[in-house]
């Protein structure tokens, strides 16, 4: 399921867009032909179904996109990972303080 709540991608949503830069990148030969991750976000508000808290199952699937194609498997400190699992956990926060 995707971030959005569909159980499959929108055509030409961010998902697709980076699904597509991923493809393109595993191509290039070299790291200057590369999409980054601002390519495909540039924009994202206007792109985006609608907003969505986030959760630790977003964060989680960040965390595994951020790492797919790092060789030792590792998050960045303070990368779009560390940034979604932050957000979800202040999200579960407020919403236990809601109870």
Not at 12 to 30: E, F, H, I, K, P
Not at 60 to 82: I, K, L, S, Y
Request: glycine content about 12%; proline content about 1%.
């Amino acid at each position: 399921m995707s971030a959005h709540g569909a159980d499959v991608a929108m055509p030409g949503g961010l998902g697709d867009q980076a699904r597509a830069a991923a493809r393109a990148n595993a191509q290039a030969t070299r790291e200057g032909d590369k999409v980054n991750i601002g390519d495909v976000l540039s924009d994202a508000t206007a792109k985006l179904a609608g907003d969505k808290a986030a959760a630790t199952e977003d964060a989680t699937r960040v965390v595994q996109a951020e790492t797919f194609n790092d060789a030792e498997t590792h998050a960045r400190a303070g990368g779009v990972g560390a940034a979604v699992a932050t957000a979800a956990r202040l999200n579960e926060d407020n919403h236990l303080g809601d109870a």
